[in-house]
């Protein structure tokens, strides 16, 4: 069973920059995306960065390219999401994902289709960008 824990979030400043870290238990050895997504106030969820487990690519949303990164360590068990320039409009909670979805997925449907797709969350942490 996969487990997904967020942690990081926190108040800060227009322009600074943030970290998150998801810690990952009984990932499989299968093909799965996993990555960062958020919900912010009144609106839907929405993919931030993912990637795909197998070939290693990284799919950006239109809001974090350019500012945001995600990096995994400790043999793919923690998945990091590095902020930049963050504005106030990325306030949100950011939630950690995990889906067992082939590797094409994404460039047949998509980041919002596989919004929908995904199986497995995180709690949330909550990132307030605010002066």
């Known amino acids: 069973q996969v487990q997904l824990v967020e942690s990081g979030g926190g108040l800060v400043e227009p322009g600074g920059s943030l970290t998150l870290s998801c810690a990952a238990s009984g990932l499989p050895p299968d093909s799965y995306y996993i990555g960062w997504f958020r919900q912010a106030p009144g609106k839907e969820r929405e993919a931030v960065i993912v990637i795909q487990h197998n070939d290693g690519k990284t799919y950006y949303s239109d809001s974090a390219t350019g500012r945001f990164t995600i990096s995994r360590g400790d043999a793919g068990n923690m998945v990091y999401l590095h902020m930049k320039d963050l504005k106030p409009e990325d306030t949100a909670v950011y939630y950690c994902?995990?889906?067992?979805?082939?590797?094409?997925?994404?460039?047949?449907?998509?980041?919002?289709?596989?919004?929908?797709?995904?199986?497995?969350w995180g709690k949330g942490t909550l990132v307030t960008v605010s002066s």
């Open positions: 994902s995990f889906g067992a979805i082939r590797m094409e997925y994404v460039d047949d449907y998509g980041l919002g289709a596989l919004t929908k797709a995904m199986k497995i």
